[in-house]
């Protein structure tokens, strides 16, 4: 099981750091991910880290602002966000899929969260 948390009312500009706790079994060897949906709008891939933390993924939009890191021996993914926009309000979810490859496609994890949300007063 996967649980998201660390969402909240945050003003442009400003930071949210995203927590997901992995509990169940051992994500250690599974490709994370962090995903996202705003209202009217598909869920979409933010970033995504290897089992390692080795290898990383950004979406554009998330570039220089968001840093995906992982803890394997607390069994926790984290997602960093700086200079926060608007356009960032979403629910972010995270998910897990054991696979060597960074997946950026929704529908290839098996395992989700049940999200939190983000929301980025301008």
């Known amino acids: 099981q996967l649980q998201a948390f660390g969402g909240g009312l945050v003003q442009a500009g400003g930071s949210l750091r995203l927590s997901c706790a992995a509990s169940g079994r051992t994500f250690s060897t599974y490709v994370m991910g962090w995903f996202r949906q705003a209202p009217g709008k598909e869920r979409e891939c933010v970033s995504v880290i290897s089992w390692s933390g080795g290898s990383t993924y950004y979406a554009d939009s998330v570039k220089g602002r968001f840093t995906i890191s992982r803890d394997n021996a607390k069994n926790m993914v984290y997602l960093q966000m700086n200079s926060l926009k608007s356009e960032d309000t979403a629910v972010y979810f995270c998910?897990?899929?054991?696979?060597?490859?960074?997946?950026?496609?929704?529908?290839?994890?098996?395992?989700w969260g049940q999200g939190t949300l983000v929301t980025v007063s301008s």
């Open positions: 998910a897990a899929r054991s696979t060597a490859v960074l997946i950026t496609a929704p529908r290839e994890y098996d395992y």
